[in-house]
Nanobody, 122 residues
Framework: QVQFVESGGGLVQPGGSLRLSCAAS????????VGWYRRAPGKQRDLVAS???????VYADSVKGRYTISRDNAKNTVYLRMNSLQPEDTAVYYC????????????????WGQGTQVTVSS
């Protein structure tokens, strides 16, 4: 079982950037698909970016061109670089993962970490 811990959130002005980190523990990390998810106040948790083994990347339309997901298997870490942040990107961001052949929508997971808060405001 691989577990994930998020970090790197904070307060940023519109147009600014942040990089989130997702540290994973466990021996099968490099076979997992890992996703970044976010939940804005009053909304459901949504998948915004995924990275699969072999560095196959998938993005939600709302973040395409602004967010970049990457992984460092040697460090068991997945990153989310967020550029051109807007107030509507304000949310708690979570990472989670499972073996790449399984669905990775938010509804597929029973357990979540604490997440990291991202607030975009002037």
């Amino acid at each position: 079982q691989v577990q994930f811990v998020e970090s790197g959130g904070g307060l940023v002005q519109p147009g600014g950037s942040l990089r989130l980190s997702c540290a994973a523990s466990g021996s099968r990390f490099n076979t997992y698909a890992v996703g970044w998810y976010r939940r804005a106040p009053g909304k459901q948790r949504d998948l915004v970016a995924s990275i699969f083994p072999g560095d196959v990347l998938v993005y939600a339309d709302s973040v395409k061109g602004r967010y970049t997901i990457s992984r460092d298997n040697a460090k068991n870490t997945v990153y989310l670089r967020m550029n051109s942040l807007q107030p509507e990107d304000t949310a708690v961001y979570y990472c989670n993962g499972r073996p790449w052949e399984l669905p990775n929508s938010a509804a597929a997971f029973d357990s979540w970490g604490q997440g990291t808060q991202v607030t975009v405001s002037s």
